[in-house]
């Protein structure tokens, strides 16, 4: 494979605006309670990318931000070393979307979850795939938790394999799961699998919601750290 993308936070001191967005908005999908801003005190650098949680009496403030039509990709492999909070609802998260949404919108055209993590059970990893058939509101979906110790506060290497009939999850280069197009007789067709589009990625730090469970109004800041993005082809 080819080095076609990196992202070396540890270099940088500011955000490539010409590759990443900043998202920003105080409502949010999942019953999440925190609002998005562009604030150089939610995202910053220091030895890498931060994505800081922080509480002003109400008001919890975090960072998401995306490559939406300025990178996108269409299989290969991701590398991302990360590190994540422990904060009781926290609930950072390294993932993908679809660029065109070609089959239509969430989840017709899928969602590709490489990192999920919760301060609430700081010792699991979780890794889904979303599809129209197959996604968390009915309750059945590509779906693997592990348990990795430890997580919290511990750069590891999370990794993504994506080829047109399987997808792959590592950390630190140790296979976690595998998810394979039409396995255990699961539909094959576009409304089951469909991974075949480009998609762009999306680093956040939710807070609360329907993963991130119950917050510890006392535990903030909170930092979701990312240093360094590799993606081969």
Not at 176 to 184: L, M
Request: charged content about 30%; glycine content about 8%; aromatic content about 12%.
């Amino acid at each position: 494979m080819t080095l076609i993308k990196h992202f070396d936070f540890t270099r940088m001191s500011s955000l490539d605006r010409d590759i990443w967005n900043v998202e920003v908005g105080e409502k949010w999908a999942n019953n999440e309670v925190q609002h998005y801003v562009d604030d150089p005190k939610n995202l910053f650098f220091d030895d890498g990318l931060v994505i800081r949680a922080t509480r002003e009496g109400d008001v919890i403030r975090s960072a998401r931000i995306n490559t939406k039509h300025k990178f996108s990709f269409q299989y290969g492999r991701i590398d991302i070393v990360a590190s994540v909070p422990g904060g009781k609802g926290t609930w950072p998260a390294l993932w993908m979307m679809p660029e065109e949404s070609r089959q239509g919108r969430w989840p017709k055209s899928g969602e590709i979850d490489i990192m999920e993590h919760t301060g609430n059970e700081p010792n699991k990893l979780y890794t889904c795939l979303h599809t129209e058939k197959y996604n968390h509101r009915v309750q059945e979906q590509y779906d693997h938790t592990v348990t990795i110790d430890p997580m919290v506060d511990t750069f590891r290497t999370y990794s993504l394999r994506w080829e047109k009939d399987t997808i792959r999850y590592e950390v630190d280069g140790d296979k976690v799961t595998t998810y394979t197009r039409g396995e255990q007789g699961r539909d094959a067709s576009p409304r089951g699998w469909p991974f075949d589009q480009p998609f762009y990625l999306i680093i956040n730090l939710a807070i609360g919601g329907t993963l991130g469970g119950i917050v510890d109004g006392d535990c903030f800041p909170q930092d979701f750290k990312v240093r360094d993005i590799k993606i081969y082809q």
